[in-house]
């Protein structure tokens, strides 16, 4: 018994060790706030913890498991100290790119903390060191737990999630249910430590090899671009929104007021009636970006994209974003010049698009003499709640602290309009904030604001809520575009400005934004007079401009159909 004490204790200090992140997890993490959910977590991690038991003797566990984990403990407390959130792939991505030198600053000025972490796991390896060579737990009982307990815990998860994807993305048939519903419970496993690093760190290799391979097809391609003739300033800023309606802007018509400022700036053109290509981010930002429309999906890859073009016409290219990391923004930030990215995604609770703007402010005063640049934001994606400052929840009740997934729900919808309604009121300031900025250069500057799809809120009798359903709705797709023009653009073009305002009663989608904005800057291809003319009767700006007879969209499942009025 004598001998037993001590083994234990260690025993005891090791696990806290080695468990402390995810400890910490429980007091730091948004998403585990609630009690029960906080006890969930650390039962799958404690099941997660015992599982290597079964295989590895005492000493051999904790000397194998301290060598898997030492390295990821940084990593996942320095998330959920800065983001309130365990690390996700998009803040595991920017620790892969940070270089030496930047490291190096950063352990110098955190000095203390990286030798207490030091002192920690040397300490940790002496004690796992001096454990005894014994197995921790009865290996028959485990294995018979663990072959019983694992399977019937991944059915309960399974079903969980099931009840889930019926109720908000309405499948019907079962091999769908169990498929988003698997993929559901894997999510999952990309927020619990250590699992998330090593899954994460998998997933950025992937979107690694795939970006360079993408990269190799496209490095001959060329759009012909011609270069501006002078050499004066200008400034083209395109910020791509997330989630939001077009109905839902008080400068559309919509009963309440919920973009006041954009309602008194001036220079400014809304357009009412135009809709995305595609009801998800995945399928709609490749053809925001492109010149290809989603009538010709698959040829969607075999080009450059927009800031690309802009590039290959001289311009400086920057791309500032709080997003999520998806394959298609990988390989164009790390095609322009300069990238700014949060570090946060969208389970984070404080990753507000405001932060986007002292980024923004720097990037237009270090003087490039010609600007292009995209600020891809979190606009109004769920959790509603998480995508405003408590200043602008201007409509009540909201969600609040005690609103669940398990809430959204039709008779529920007072509280989700009335959420959703305060993130456009957050829009509403950052826009005007992003045209106030421009207009301060004092040169030649246009905004323009397109989201990448809409939302469904419960809007009619089929109950569709949110966005990536597999049922396709109006709401779905009919987004806000709007354009902002500074005061020095409308005294070097004023024809280009007289046919914006003409344009605003047409029935469009994303498909313009890329003629658009090169015609807005004046750029054409070279030698290319058909290329030309297609571009022209593309742009809102051109009075060649021809808007086409029938809207076309992706369905989720990668159809292309014809846009229907609901």
Known sequence: MSNKVPTIIRSAILFLILLFPNV?????????????????????VAVGACIPMLFLRRKVYFLVLGALTMWCAPIELASLYLNQNPATTTFVGLIYATNAHEAAGVLGAAWPLAVLWLAVWVLYFILAARQPNEWMMNRRIGLWAAGIGLPVLALAAILFFSVYARRLYHLQRPREVASLATELVLLKGHKIYPYNIYLNSVRIAEERRERKRMEQALQPFRFGISAPADTEPECYILIIGEAARSTHFGLNGYARNTTPRLKQRTNLVSYPHHYAQAGTTEQSLPHMLSRVPVTRHEDVWTEKSLPEAFQEAGFSTTWLTNQARILCTERVKHAVDQTYETGKDMSVTNNYDGLLLAPLQQCLSEGAKKQFIVLHTMGSHWRYDSRYTPEYEQFTPALGADFQLSMIRPENRERLVNAYDN????????????????????????????????????????????????????????????????????????????????????????????????????????????????????????????????????????????????
């Open 24 to 44: 910490y997890a429980c007091f730091m993490a948004s998403d585990l706030a609630s009690p029960l959910k906080a006890l969930a977590y650390l039962l799958v």
């Open 423 to 566: 993130t456009i009121c957050y829009t509403d300031r950052f826009i005007d904030s992003v045209c106030a900025l421009a207009a301060q250069q004092h040169i030649p500057a246009v905004v323009l604001y397109m989201a990448d799809h809409g939302e469904n809120l419960y809007d009619d009798e089929r109950n569709l809520v949110l966005h990536g359903n597999y049922s396709a709705s109006r709401w779905l797709f009919h987004v806000p575009l709007i354009v902002w023009y500074s005061d020095e653009y409308a005294v070097l073009h004023p024809e280009k400005i007289a046919q914006l305002h003409a344009h605003a009663g047409y029935y469009d989608n994303s498909s313009v934004l890329f003629a658009s904005l090169l015609d807005a800057a004046g750029l054409s291809y070279i030698n290319d007079t058909a290329s030309n003319a297609a571009m022209r009767t593309r742009s809102i700006f051109s009075s060649d401009y021809r808007a086409p007879d029938t809207l076309f969209v992706l369905t989720a499942e990668g159809a292309c159909v014809a846009l229907e009025e609901r």
